[in-house]
């Protein structure tokens, strides 16, 4: 890995393409084995802390979920040095308390996705990490208290269902993640979660409600344009509560993430290949030498 350039990284959703203060701005067209990211990603100090800001879909959204070349976002990401990830995203509500504009720090996820690669060891050696917690709960917690603190109503902890997208669910699935007690539903935290968590980096997401999906029949089921409509108030609020928490993750974490290969390699060094482990050498090389 060359130099760290930033040890923060902030995964932009709909809505949030960039990062306004940023203070020594650099663009950075990254490659990787995996593809290209999403978009260039943009370096830059926050606060005193060096932060890397990746919008997930692209500037313009030119990237439905399913498209995202989520593979190739975390390792460029993790190639610069990004310890911890925060990521940006909209929501549907599938609680009558959790109100649009609301927003959820979510600590379970519920994977109903079918079509995208969630593993950098789909070949050349096995690795199965634990994921009981898929999101860090340091983070998490530093999340949601910079939040509280700057007067926005959040919720600590939550279920997020993580669906296949483009399209929205139909009313029976609405109603059937209702029944197993999940609290929101999005697109796109999976397979950054996994990703994330193979690649040692912490990983927590600020979800912002922007509808109550379509399990309330008494209502209008959501739309591209209530989206946006709500969309637009939260950004300026996420904004600032990123501002308010980099300073917070900032230094020597203290979680499990930093180590979640350690005992999760099943396949000895001897027997992996040299190029494979070139390949993946930001992500596992220390355990490979």
């Known amino acids: 890995m060359a130099n760290p350039q930033a040890s923060i990284g902030i995964i932009g959703g709909s809505g949030l393409y960039e990062l306004e203060g940023l203070a020594e701005v650099e663009s950075v067209e990254a490659d990787t084995p995996f593809g290209r990211p999403s978009d260039a990603i943009v370096l830059g100090s926050l606060n005193d802390v060096p932060v890397a800001f990746l919008p997930r879909h692209g500037r313009g959204h030119r990237l439905n979920p399913t498209s995202i070349p989520a593979r190739a976002n975390i390792y460029a990401l993790k190639?610069?040095?990004?310890?911890?990830?925060?990521?940006?995203?909209?929501?549907?509500?599938?609680?009558?308390?959790?109100?649009?504009?609301?927003?959820?720090?979510?600590?379970?996820?519920?994977?109903?996705?079918?079509?995208?690669?969630s593993t950098f060891f789909d070949e050349g050696m096995v690795v199965h990490v634990g994921l009981a917690e898929p999101f860090c709960p340091v983070a998490s917690k530093a999340l949601h208290q910079s939040a509280v603190e700057l007067g926005v109503k959040a919720q600590s902890g939550g279920t997020?269902?993580?669906?296949?997208?483009?399209?929205?669910?139909?009313?029976?699935?609405?109603?059937?993640?209702?029944?197993?007690?999940?609290?929101?539903?999005?697109?796109?935290?999976?397979?950054?979660?996994?990703?994330?968590?193979?690649?040692?980096?912490?990983?927590s997401v600020m979800a912002w409600v922007t509808d109550y999906d379509c399990w309330r029949q008494e209502e209008e089921p959501v739309t591209v344009d209530m989206i946006l409509q709500n969309l637009s108030k939260n950004v300026a609020t996420s904004k600032d509560v990123l501002r308010r928490v980099i300073p917070n993750l900032a230094g020597e974490r203290k979680c499990s993430c930093a180590t979640a290969l350690k005992d999760a390699i099943v396949t000895p060094s001897a027997s992996v290949q040299e190029d494979f482990k070139r390949k993946l050498a930001p992500i596992v090389g220390k355990y490979l030498s």
Do not use: H
């Open 79 to 117: 190639s610069l040095g990004v310890e911890q990830i925060v990521s940006v995203s909209a929501v549907g509500s599938l609680k009558e308390e959790l109100a649009p504009q609301n927003m959820v720090v979510p600590d379970q996820l519920i994977d109903r996705t079918k079509q995208r690669e």
């Open 160 to 203: 997020m269902v993580v669906m296949e997208g483009p399209a929205f669910s139909t009313r029976a699935e609405s109603l059937m993640y209702r029944s197993w007690g999940a609290d929101i539903i999005g697109m796109t935290a999976l397979p950054e979660a996994k990703l994330a968590r193979e690649a040692e980096m912490c990983y």
